[in-house]
């Protein structure tokens, strides 16, 4: 499985915007990149998703590198709900049926300071 | 809509029980996910099913773990016979079409004593 690289912990301010980064350099062409975070007590929560392009939802957004060796998302107002753990993580499609794993790393844990 | 819904939400246990996990998907997703979420291990996929059969058991942890998924409504886990390290949280999780987003339940906390 493709791996991906995130720092264990982040800090931002409240109201302010918060770039996560993720690194992913044995990224095939067919890797689709996700985030998704865990809100404490809670099961994960999907973010925000893309293969190539920019994506923009009422989440988030999501910043891939041209050569899609790393990515970052990107909280353009940081609120204290936001303090979750952050995932990234690289999903396979192989095949028909194609592989739906979704494998979980550590995360970053988001620390929101009021 | 009310979500994937997992039962009981809590489950205390002696080892050597049999422990039965049971998950409701999104009505009208094809997809169900099992996971196991642990302080040393992170999370992690079980098994998952597609259209009601199984297709990746490969992260089920040992013969002690089996899931079934009856219809598109209703899936169990279960361990028999149980042993305090699978003590974990066990989440659910369905998706609409094959590579979409999933949603989680909101877990199982399994302590086996």
């Known amino acids: 499985d493709a791996k991906t690289t995130q720092p264990n912990s982040m800090e931002s301010n409240e109201e302010e915007p918060v770039h996560l980064p993720c690194n992913h350099s044995t990224i095939s062409g067919t890797d689709y990149i996700h985030w998704y975070r865990q809100l404490p007590s809670q099961g994960p929560e999907y973010v925000i998703h893309?293969?190539?392009s920019n994506v923009n939802n009422r989440m988030a957004s999501l910043a891939i590198a041209e050569d899609r060796k790393s990515s970052t998302l990107i909280l353009h107002r940081a609120t204290l709900r936001d303090a979750a753990v952050y995932y990234c993580?690289?999903?396979?499609?192989?095949?028909?049926?194609?592989?739906?794993?979704?494998?979980f790393g550590t995360g970053t844990r988001l620390t929101i300071i009021p | 809509d009310a979500g994937v819904i997992q039962s009981p939400r809590h489950e205390v246990t002696e080892m050597g029980q049999e422990v039965t996990l049971r998950c409701k998907p999104i009505s009208g997703h094809n997809s169900l996910f099992w996971y196991r979420q642990t302080m040393m291990r992170g999370l992690e996929l079980l098994i998952y099913f597609n259209n009601n059969v199984p297709i990746d058991d490969s992260g089920m942890p040992e013969d002690r773990f089996s899931a079934k998924m009856p219809n598109a409504s209703f899936s169990t886990l279960k361990i028999q016979p149980s042993e305090p390290r699978d003590s974990a949280v066990y989440f659910c999780?369905?998706?609409?079409?094959?590579?979409?987003?999933?949603?989680f339940g909101p877990g199982t906390r399994l302590t086996v004593l």
């Open positions: 993580i690289l999903r396979e499609v192989r095949g028909d049926f194609g592989n739906e794993k979704l494998t």
């Open positions: 999780a369905s998706s609409p079409r094959r590579g979409g987003e999933q949603f």
């Open positions: 893309g293969l190539t």
